[in-house]
C-alpha cells in the first residue's frame, strides 16, 4: 500500500497570506494524484487532479504541482473560505489512499 | 443536477449489522467507478471499498469480509452492507464517484453517520 505523508499538520496564516502544502508518497504514483478542501460538517470538495489540474470552478489562487513521489497544493493568497483541512489521494492498482490532511487556520 | 444523497446510518450495537444506501441523480452508477468512503470523529478520510463499472468490487484489509458493496443498477443505487461492525467502525460514510478519466473523486454524498456501540 502506497502512504501518504502531509506537512505540516496544521499551517496557521493570515488571510492574504501564501500557504504551500506538501504530500509525499512512499512510492511513485507517477501523476496521479488529487487534493481535496474540506469544511467542517462538510464532504470533501475536489480541487485538483493529476497533480496540477483544477477541478471545475477552482479558482485560479489554488495550484497543485509535483511528480513522483513529491506534491505541493499552493493558496497563492488566502480568502477567508480558504480556512479548512486539505487531503491529498492516490489511487494504485486496486487501493486508495489519503494523506492524513494539513489543516490550514487563521493566523 | 449530479447528487449523491446517503441514507442507513444510525445506532448499532457491536456485531451488528447495517445496510446503507446512496442514491445517485445525473449520472448512472453502473456505468462508473463508485466508492465509499469514511471518516471517523476527528480523524482524517479512509477509503472503503470500491465497484467498478464492470461488477469488479476492492476492500480495505479492515474490512474485508465483513463489508459488501453492491449497486442495484434499476435503481441507479450504490449500497454498503456492513457486518460484524466494531466499534472502530464508528464514523461517517460518504459515497462518492471515482471519474477515471481525472483519477478523482469528483462527486460525493454527505455522509451518513454509523455508530457502533452499546
Known amino acids: 500500500e502506497i502512504v501518504l505523508t502531509q506537512s505540516p499538520a496544521t499551517l496557521s496564516l493570515s488571510p492574504g497570506e501564501r500557504a504551500t502544502l506538501s504530500c509525499r508518497a512512499s512510492?511513485?504514483?507517477?501523476?496521479?494524484l488529487a487534493w481535496y478542501q474540506q469544511k467542517p460538517g462538510q464532504a470533501p470538495r475536489l480541487l485538483i487532479y493529476?497533480?496540477?489540474n483544477r477541478a471545475t470552478g477552482i479558482p485560479a489562487r489554488f495550484s497543485g504541482s509535483g511528480s513522483g513521489t513529491d506534491f505541493t497544493l499552493t493558496i497563492s493568497s488566502l480568502e477567508p473560505e480558504d480556512f479548512a483541512v486539505y487531503y491529498c489521494?492516490?489511487?494504485?492498482?486496486?487501493?486508495?489512499?489519503f494523506g492524513q490532511g494539513t489543516k490550514v487556520e487563521i493566523k | 443536477e449530479v447528487q449523491l444523497v446517503e441514507t442507513g446510518g444510525g445506532l448499532i450495537q457491536p456485531g451488528g449489522s447495517l445496510r446503507l444506501s446512496c442514491a445517485a441523480s445525473?449520472?448512472?452508477?453502473?456505468?462508473?467507478?463508485m466508492s465509499w468512503v469514511r471518516q471517523a470523529p476527528g480523524k482524517g478520510l479512509e477509503w472503503v471499498s470500491v465497484?467498478?463499472?464492470?461488477?469488479?468490487?476492492y476492500y480495505a484489509d479492515s474490512v474485508k469480509g465483513r463489508f459488501t458493496i453492491s449497486r442495484d443498477n434499476s435503481k441507479n443505487t450504490l449500497y454498503l452492507q456492513m457486518n460484524s461492525l466494531r466499534a472502530e467502525d464508528t464514523a461517517v460514510y460518504y459515497c462518492?464517484?471515482?471519474?477515471?478519466?481525472?483519477?478523482?473523486?469528483?462527486?460525493w454524498g454527505q455522509g451518513t453517520m454509523v455508530t457502533v456501540s452499546s
Open positions: 462518492a464517484r471515482f471519474y477515471t478519466l481525472v483519477q478523482a473523486f469528483d462527486i
Open positions: 445525473g449520472f448512472t452508477v453502473s456505468s462508473n467507478y
Open positions: 465497484i467498478y463499472s464492470g461488477g469488479s468490487t
Open positions: 512510492q511513485s504514483v507517477s501523476s496521479y
Open positions: 493529476d497533480a496540477s
Open positions: 489521494q492516490q489511487r494504485s492498482n486496486w487501493s486508495w489512499t
